[in-house]
């Protein structure tokens, strides 16, 4: 009877451990299925946010823009999504834009993509006549317009790509089809290795491989990726975890040890059941986690936040409060990056965190949406509610923090959107809230600013402005001015280049409007490129007259800005210690090696280093330690005080004894009045600029002015720039 009970209880664990194996099998499945559908659902998403909207209308439709398809479709799909191909399709099917890998390609190109395009195309016409005409919500300046899209799997040339076209649609309705047809996006994304990497991380899976959806290999599980009309195309296939195999081969050797110690085999058997059972359920626990959780915060993340705001747009129909979606932005925290190291960017980032937790009440949802962006999710009775608790997240953020990395002093801009009837996509809330939280970034920060349909109209100026930069770099309407910059009997021994920018349409627009937005949006590099090729060309017969060339933080912490100007300098012709780097110090603080070598590398070449806008930073005499300047710019703001109290005279008296102790020179800019420039004498500052002394002017007028003969005509110097 013992050993009948014994066989039993071993046959009963064999038969548990064959159990654990096929329901850990049919969760992995489960997941895989439901996990690729998401990933899918994701892709389209954002497709839909860049094509629905008045822009696309105008640019797409309207007329035809195909620069707006470089940035908005073809560059943005690739770079941010990995989407290797996009096509435009007008009204009548015919491709009128290509891009491949994120470069504008032939329309010619679409062929390949042609059959496929086929197939999804009809089923949008379809939803697109069913849709009917547009119709302004009622009280409102928006219409509300689902995506209308449609996503298939194909197979070409060995790879497997996942197809959708989506249907250029308006958002406000300002902008509207010109016909009863818009045209169509075909965006397609390669199921490559990068894709399945991220999916096999993201839903722990092991060895995942794309196979012959006829070949299934019995060691691994598969689901069949199928195209529009059910056909097979290919099976995402990955080996299975299995637990109870793995226990029945570390069991099997003790299970020969003998009937006499089956009892204790099989208890062991049982207490490691368990064991491998709640493993399994912890892994699955976490991969759950891992899948809508940001991993340095433990927020939710993007994915659960749009599941969130989905399901809270949703309930509005059936409830008579509202959902402020409140998105909040960071300020000054690329300053922390770059002077601290992005381990304190992490740090801070969780401190934020954690202060948000602190500062919201169980109904609101935080999510990081990416860097230093945050939403909240609040439903709220009234503004008056969305706009207290906004205000808590103000205070509670730009309270000082005090770290291993010293006292940081950062701040945040809120933008809130407050959604109050159902109908409103996700996307166009969060849109809403983030159209505000610039705004707030423009009024000066550390503010809240509630959403309003016209700010979306400032939104896309900007954006505007944006492109149009990005055209000013190649059509001429950029030009370089120079100041003098002269010695006390008003003789002009340097100049200081400017660029301007003369807009076809705005006129004159000023520096600090768009080298500001340069930084922001990466284009001040082909800029700063630009301002380079352009001086050196228009100053390359101007003898003993030193220029002054303006650089920014953003190209010196570049990784080959020294090797460029050493290039530019050779493809000129030019000798650089006739010029002169100008930095400022936030751009030398920290200790950043890639711009204490670019730093260097300048020095090496013959380049002599100013400091600009001297003493309005936080370190000025360890700059000049760290990086032997050669010469310091006081800045404006001190020349200004000289008409104000005996202040300003000790400053700037200061300033220039400990120039000379370094052996430094000095120049003073902004001098305006006679009486700034008597009282610089009576420092003993000797160079001057502003106004007072020379306006800006272009290349011709300060060849006159100082008596040089142009060798160079204006042709070569438009080759060469």
Known sequence: MTISGLVLLVALALFLIERFDVVASQREQVLVEHGFARQVDELSAVIATQVDWDDAIRSLDHKFDPQWADFNVGNYLYTFNGFSHAFVLDRNEAPIYAAIRGERAKPQAFAEFAGVAGKLVPGIRAAELRRGPFRRREGKNNIVIPPIQSTTTVRMAGVTYIVTATLVQPDFGKALPKGPRAPIVIAAKPVDRSLLDAFSARYLLNEVLLLDPSVNPDNRQQIVLRDFAGNDVTALSWVPRRPGTALRQMLQWPLLGGIAVLGLLTLLVMRRSGAIVSELIA?????????????????????????????????????????????????????????????????LIQTVATRLRESCDKLATIARLGGDEFIVLY?????????????????????????????????????????????????????????????????????????????????????????????????????????????????????????????????????????????????????????????????????????????????????????????????????????????????????????????????????????????????????????SVNRIKIDRSFVCALDDTGEGDALVDAMIKLARSLGLSVIAEGVETESQRDRLLACGCKEFQGYLTGMPQDAGAIEALAGIESSVPEAAINRRA
């Open 283 to 347: 892994s699955e626990a976490r991969a759950r986690h891992l899948a809508y959780h940001d991993q340095l915060t433990q927020l939710p993340n993007r994915a659960m936040l749009f599941d969130k705001l989905r399901l809270g747009l949703t309930r509005l129909a059936d409830d008579d409060a509202s959902l402020a979606v409140i998105c909040v932005d960071l300020d000054r925290f690329k300053d922390v990056n770059d002077t601290l190291g992005h381990h304190a960017g992490d740090w």
């Open 379 to 627: 439903p709220c009775e009234s503004q008056v509610a969305a706009a207290d608790l906004a205000q808590r997240i103000v205070a509670a953020v730009s309270e000082q923090i005090v770290s291993e990395f010293g006292r940081i002093n950062v701040g945040c801009s809120l933008g809130v959107a407050i959604i109050s009837h159902a109908g409103v996509e996700p996307t166009e809330a969060l849109r809403w809230a983030d159209v505000a939280m610039y705004r707030s970034k423009d009024s000066g920060r550390g503010c809240v600013t509630f959403f309003e349909a016209e700010m979306d109209d400032a939104l896309r100026a900007r954006r505007a402005l944006e492109s149009d930069l990005h055209s000013a770099l190649s059509d001429g309407s950029l030009r370089m001015v120079y100041q003098p910059q002269v010695d006390r009997s008003g003789q002009a021994r340097a100049v200081e280049a400017l660029v301007r920018w003369d807009h076809p349409q705005r006129g004159a627009i000023s520096p600090g409007i768009f080298v500001p937005l340069a930084e922001e949006t990466g284009l001040i590099l082909p800029l700063g490129e630009f301002v380079l090729r352009r001086v050196f060309a228009e100053t390359a017969g101007w003898g003993d007259l030193r220029v002054g060339i303006n650089i920014s933080a953003v190209q010196l912490r570049s990784q080959g800005f020294a090797a460029l100007v050493t290039r530019l300098v050779a493809q000129a012709g030019v000798d650089p210690s006739k010029y002169e780097i100008e930095l400022t110090e936030t751009a030398l603080l920290g200790e950043d090696p890639v711009t204490a070598a670019n730093v260097e590398a300048l020095k090496r070449l013959g380049f002599s280093i100013a400091l600009d806008d001297f003493g309005t930073g936080y370190s000025s005499l360890s700059v000049l330690q760290r990086f």
